[in-house]
Structure formats: structure tokens, C-alpha cells
């Protein structure tokens, strides 16, 4: 059944995600079930709305929802009850996480891979701020503000983020300079960067680097040490726009506070 308001009739237009009876909900996945929705919005108690949906006064995206199993996401889908939108009054949450190797940066993994959600509380309902290599330990921001997320990986606000790469050999004074001025990786120049040479181990012939970067290309550091032939041995990143991984210990989370929060996206 289609429910007729002038915001279904615009939400219609956009594709139907996993509404209904919670098909293709994914467990970490930020979909709610209506009833929950409601009363996160202060419009009944979790009974009462469970009594609305069944009398057919709730529509999610224009469609009429009867079903007490249906989800919705409040990042992508619209609520009404009654032809009036319902909007949900959610606390926006920042974390960074020390995020370890092993560990893929997504919601899920088809290959049934540990990821970045089983390290943070399954309830906050987050997602990550955009990806580290399952090979890179260090610092990850998650939240659930998706405007905040928008500003911190979109390449126009050019966020710096700094990282320790390991790698193999000792790089030559000429080939830090074209790091430092832009290689080019898959047919494109990266952007300057600041490159430190920290130490280099003569005997195991392995040298530490500090870099940073403001772009977010694929493998991005990987590819310009190997672009100037020294192989990464193993990448952290300890810096992402100012804000420190500091002593936070590997798989462990904390909340970022408001100053942090509001620095970042200046
Ligand atoms: N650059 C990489 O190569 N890998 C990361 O995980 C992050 C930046």
C-alpha cells in the first residue's frame, strides 16, 4: 500500500532499502526497527507504536508498513505516521579506536573477517571514518554523525594524516625529495607531502619514516614507498587532522570530547 504525502511522494523516488519486515537488515547495520523509531523520537511508548504500525498509520519511504519486524535507517529512510514526518533525535557519538592489523575497516566482511565493529560496542551504531588497510594498526575515528564523516574524508577540506611506515632498505636523499614533492601512483601525481626520515637500521637494513598526506587514495602510503622501491613493512597511523592516537593501547576505543570533535572540521 502507498502512503500519499507530498515527502513520500519525493522519497519515493529514491531505491527502497531494507524496510521491509527487516529483510537485508545487517547486524551492525544502523537500521532500526520502527517501533523503536517512534519511541526514539518521543512520539509513543514501544507499545503504543507497536499498536500504530499494526493499524496501518506508519509508512516508510511511501510504503505502508504493518509488519512489527520492519526496519528502517535513519541515515537513508523516511518515517511518517498519521502523513507527518517523524523525525529521530539521535545522540551523535565520536570515537577513536587504536585499530590493530588483522582487522578489516568495514560494518562487514563477506569473507567473515574480524572488523573494526566487533572492537566497539555493538549498541552505539557506528561506522567508520573512512578506511585503514587490514595491515595498518592506528588510529581510526567512528561516529554516527554522517556530516562530520562527509567533512573529515572529503578531499576539498584536506585533513592531514600522519603515519610511521616501516620499510625495507634505506631510501636515498633524492628519493625522499620526490616523495616530498609528488610521485606518481596509478597514473596520478600524489599530492607534497612531508616526509621525516626517522632512523634507519643498518644491520636489518630497514628504515623508519614519518608521512603525511592529506589525500585518501587507495594504499596510498604503500604504493608511494613502493613507488620509490622500498616495500612497507608494517604502517600505523598515529595522526589524523591534529587529533593524537597518543598511549590509547591497540583494540581499544574512547570517546573523543567536544573540543576534539569540533577541531577536527574547523
Ligand atoms: N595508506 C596506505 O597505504 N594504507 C593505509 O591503511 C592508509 C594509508
Known amino acids: 500500500m502507498i502512503c500519499d504525502s507530498v515527502a513520500s511522494r519525493r522519497k519515493r523516488k529514491r531505491a527502497l532499502p531494507d524496510v521491509v519486515a527487516g529483510l537485508g537488515a545487517e547486524p551492525h547495520s544502523n537500521s532500526l526497527r520502527i517501533q523503536k523509531w517512534l519511541s526514539m523520537s518521543g ?11 499494526v493499524e496501518g498509520r506508519v509508512c516508510i519511504n511511501g510504503i505502508k508498513v504493518t509488519e512489527l519486524g520492519a526496519k528502517a535507517n535513519p541515515q537513508n529512510d523516511l518515517v511518517e505516521l498519521d502523513g507527518k514526518i517523524v523525525e529521530i533525535v539521535q545522540e551523535k557519538i565520536y570515537i577513536m579506536l587504536h585499530k590493530p592489523e588483522g582487522v578489516v575497516t568495514t560494518v562487514t566482511d563477506p569473507f567473515g573477517r574480524a572488523t ?4 566497539v560496542p555493538n549498541q552505539m551504531r557506528l561506522y567508520p571514518v573512512g578506511r585503514l588497510d587490514f595491515d595498518t594498526s592506528g588510529l581510526l575515528l567512528m561516529t554516527n554523525d554522517g556530516e562530520w564523516a562527509q567533512k573529515l574524508t572529503h578531499p576539498k577540506y584536506e585533513v592531514f594524516k600522519t603515519y610511521i611506515a616501516m620499510v625495507k632498505g634505506i631510501p636515498a636523499t633524492e628519493s625522499l625529495q620526490k616523495l616530498r614533492q609528488g610521485i606518481v601512483i596509478d597514473g596520478k601525481k600524489t599530492a607534497p607531502a612531508k616526509i621525516k626520515l626517522l632512523k634507519n637500521e643498518k644491520k636489518s637494513a630497514k628504515s623508519k619514516m614519518i608521512i603525511t598526506i592529506h589525500e585518501g587514495r587507495n594504499h596510498q602510503v604503500r604504493k608511494m614507498c613502493e613507488a620509490i622501491g622500498h616495500k612497507v613493512i608494517t604502517l600505523k597511523r598515529i595522526d589524523v587532522g591534529g587529533l593524537e592516537l597518543g598511549a590509547l593501547p591497540k583494540s581499544k576505543w574512547r570517546h573523543l570530547t567536544a573540543k576534539e570533535v569540533k577541531n577536527l572540521v574547523k
Do not use: C, G, N, T
Open 43 to 53: 512520539v509513543a511508548s514501544r507499545r503504543k507504536a507497536e499498536e500504530m504500525i
Open 116 to 119: 573494526v565493529m566487533d572492537l
